[in-house]
Each structure stands twice: as C-alpha cells, then as structure tokens.
C-alpha cells in the first residue's frame, strides 16, 4: 500500500538553528500540506502546496517557516530560526487532487527545539 | 470559522464491550467531509472511517460506525467489540472539498483487558 514517508523521525536541535523536515508523497499526489501538533494539544494546519506554489497558510506558518518541492519528489518544511515553542510532532499530508476526500498522513516527525 | 469540538478528553471501554466518542462540529457548509482518524503510540495518523455530508446514511467500517446528524452538527464514533489495540488517540476533523482539515482536540481511549 502506497504511504508517505517523513525524515527524520526525531529531530533535537539547538535554539537558533534551522532546520528541514521531509517527506515523500505518494508518487501520483498533487496536494501537500504540512500539520504540526505541539504536545497534547489538537493538530493544526500550517500549510498547503499546489502546483509548486502555496495554495494556503495559517497564521502560524510566519517568516521563519517555507516549503518547497526541491526536486519534484521530497517536499520539505523549512523552518529558518527554530524556537523553543516550535517543539512538535509535524505531519505532512498528502492527496490525489483538490476533491479527494481522504488524505494520507506521515508518521510525523518529532521536532525539539532546546 | 470552521470549529471541531470533542468534549470528551478521555475515555476508557473494557474489551470486548461498545464505546461512543462524540464530536461536534460548526459550519455553514451544506458540502462537506467528516472524519474520524486514530493515532496510536506510534503516531502515525491512520483514518479509521469517513461521512460525505450529503449522505444520510451513517457510514460503517467494519467494527466502527458513526452517529452523524447533520442538523445538530454532531459526528459520533462507535466501536463495537472493542481490542486491545483500539487504545489510541481519536480525532475528530472536518474538511471542506479540497481545504484543509480541521482537528479537534482529541479523545483518549483506553482499552481494559
């Protein structure tokens, strides 16, 4: 069964730093998104990617945050100058096309910022 | 703005018995999706059932069925004969066509040997 897969599964990185999150959408899929989930809280929606362009944005994803389908497999999370509070589980999503129903998630990948 | 609420933090059934988790959800939209999605330990968010708003019938899969009355804008879960492995987080999230998803805050189940 076709999944999408997210890299790292764990990141630790200092206060300051920048860091990237990856994930392999299934081969056929055209809509990306990226949802975080802070610790025991619900999970929110951060980002979606259309067409090699941001087709929306929560008032989260700010300045310090960008995507980006490099290589036209891997779309990647980029977070510029990590903060203590952007410790979370990020979850990348992803489905067929805009009137898809059901999207398919990553594992996540755990993200501590110390 | 969309809203998903689940008022039920926790819950817990003994194996083999019936549990219902509730949701409720604001909208404007006549069209629309809702889910239930599981996560276990192990993260991963894995869709357990869906309802097509336009659908009067409520949606089964298997062991889990829903309650959805759309008029009171609630979108129940029912798992019947529950295992061992059923113990997870359960979300609840409502979608518009090609938008995003929106998630409530999730119920903890415990499942008792």
């Known amino acids: 069964e076709p999944e999408v897969t997210q890299t790292p599964s764990h990141q630790v990185t200092q206060m300051g730093q920048e860091v990237i999150l990856r994930c392999v959408p299934i081969?056929?899929?055209?809509?990306f998104y990226w949802y975080r989930q802070i610790l025991g809280q619900k999970v929110e929606f951060l980002v979606s990617?259309?067409?090699?362009?941001?087709?929306?944005k929560s008032e989260i994803f700010d300045d310090q945050f960008s995507v980006e389908r490099p290589d036209g497999s891997n779309f990647t999370l980029k977070i510029r100058s990590t903060k203590l509070e952007d410790s979370a589980m990020y979850f990348c999503?992803?489905?067929?096309?805009?009137?898809?129903?059901?999207?398919?998630f990553g594992q996540g990948t755990r993200l501590t910022v110390v | 703005a969309q809203t998903v609420t689940q008022s039920q933090p926790e819950m817990s059934v003994q194996e083999a018995e019936t549990v219902t988790l509730s949701c409720t959800y604001d909208?404007?939209?006549?069209?629309?999706?809702l889910f239930w999605y599981k996560q276990p330990p192990s993260r991963q968010m894995i869709l357990v059932i869906r309802?097509?708003?336009?659908?009067?019938q409520n949606a089964t899969e298997n062991r889990f069925s829903v309650n959805f009355q759309k008029a009171a804008k609630s979108f129940s879960l029912k798992i019947s004969d529950s295992q061992l492995g059923d113990a997870a987080m359960y979300f609840c999230?409502?979608?518009?066509?090609?938008?995003?998803?929106?998630f409530g805050t999730g119920t903890s189940l415990t499942v008792i040997p």
């Open positions: 999503a992803t489905h067929l096309d805009r009137d898809s129903t059901e999207a398919f």
């Open positions: 081969s056929n899929h055209l809509y």
């Open positions: 990617f259309y067409n090699n362009e941001i087709s929306e």
């Open positions: 909208t404007s939209e006549s069209d629309y999706y």
């Open positions: 309802q097509e708003a336009y659908k009067q």
């Open positions: 999230a409502y979608r518009k066509g090609g938008n995003q998803f929106y």
